[in-house]
Structure formats: structure tokens, C-alpha cells
């Protein structure tokens, strides 16, 4: 079932309307959705709404809501993704996957090392991640579209770590500890509410940066034998986390 994401002033107790310029394009021109046929509206606050097609015009689909439910992903553990800025056109790939897993929130980070820090630019770019984030939501049945924020600088980050209950750091020259080892390590797992992942850009993390972050006790991990590009670590990491917390 087609899923669609509405303002909450647009719902009311038995009907609401979609009035997104292309979500109405989408529904009239691309799906061919017809009264009477069935969408999955959310509201960004926790709640589903199996609807109805009553009408359809040039600027407005109506519908008629036949059950509220409340979203199941208030349950699941928040993935918060903290993605070392990376050159060119990666973060597009890198927010649509990563949302698709499951990913609740995505900082890009300027490290030491990244390359593409266009600040003149971050606006613009961040419209276009936002959309991004919204198409993958609906692609994988979110029940509300994850945030993509402005850039912050690494040392600002590094104070919002602190309120997670688990950091995922995973560092090219961690040779031992695998981030299998590290997950079954951790003591009372299933009372994990929010987790952290600190990606480094393509030239990986400075020695200053992974000084910074042990200093706060922060554990690197190893993904493996081979070394995986910025764009596929996030992915990677995501994927691990869904398995060992059953997500």
C-alpha cells in the first residue's frame, strides 16, 4: 500500500487531504490511483492512518481515514548517524540507504580530513537531502521521515555523544575487536534506547579526532579484514546493529 505523509492540520477525525503539489502528481499521474483504493497516510507524530480515496482533483486528494494506529517504530531502538562529510554527491546515497535501514537522524560532520565543506551551499543541499529522506521513508514504509541536519564541526559533536547509551566508532586501524565482539559484550542490551554511529570522511579519522574520542571512553571496533569506503560503512554498521538488537 502506497504510503504518503500529511501536515497533522490535514487530518481530521473521519477524513483528511494530500495536498503536496507532488504527492498529487504521483497519486493521479504516475500511480493512477482511482477512488476508492487504499493509502497509508503519516503524520510525522507517531500515527498511521489506513485511508480511502474519495476524490481526486488538480490540487488535492481526498480521503476518508477507516483506522488510526499508532506507529510501531516508537518501540525501536534510535539510530543516529554521524557521517563524516564526504566529497561530491556520497551523502545522497548515504542518507537514502541509511534511511532505509533505519537510520533516525543523520549529521554530516566536518573532520579533519573531509574535503566537501561548502557552507555557501549547506542550505540547498540540505532541501535536497530532506527530499531524499522523505522519498526513502515512504520507499521502506517509515512511519515518519528521519531529520537531515545542517553540518556541525567535529568538536561540537563530540559533547552530543555523551547522551547515548551506545557509540558505534568504527576505525580502519582497529585490528582486534570486532563490532561483533562489542555488541555481545555489552551488559543489559535490551535496555538500549538510542545508538550512535561516528563515520569518518574518505581519508578516514585524524589521530587528533580518535584521541578525542577514546578520551571520552569511547571503544573503536573493526568491520572486518577489508577497509570499506565512507558511503558503506554507515550501511554496514546499520545492518549489524538491526541483527544483533533484532531491530
Known sequence: MNRFFVSRENIKEKEAVIDNKEDVKHISKVLRLQEGESVIL??????????????????????????????????????????????????????????????????????????????????NKIKRYE??????????????????????????????????????????????????SFMENIEHIDSIKDVAIIIGPEGGFSQIEVEKLEGKGIVPVTLGKTILRTETAGVSVISMINYALNL
Open 131 to 180: 527530499k531524499i529522506a522523505e522519498s526513502a521513508a515512504k520507499q521502506s514504509h517509515r512511519s515518519f521521515i528521519p531529520k537531515v541536519r545542517s553540518p556541525l564541526n567535529f568538536d561540537v559533536i563530540l559533547d552530543e555523544l555523551d547522551r547515548f547509551d551506545l557509540v558505534i566508532f568504527p576505525y580502519e586501524n582497529e585490528d582486534n575487536l570486532t563490532i561483533k
Open 42 to 123: 503519516s503524520d510525522g507524530e507517531g500515527y498511521e492512518y489506513i485511508c480511502l480515496i474519495t476524490d481526486i482533483d488538480k490540487s488535492t486528494v481526498y480521503v476518508s481515514i477507516k483506522e488510526k494506529l499508532l506507529s510501531k517504530e516508537d518501540d525501536k531502538v534510535k539510530i543516529f548517524l554521524y557521517q563524516g562529510m564526504p566529497k561530491g554527491s556520497k551523502l545522497e546515497y548515504i542518507v537514502q540507504k541509511c534511511i532505509e535501514l533505519g537510520a533516525d537522524e543523520i549529521t554530516p560532520v566536518i573532520m579533519d580530513r573531509s574535503i566537501n565543506h561548502d557552507r555557501g551551499k549547506s542550505e
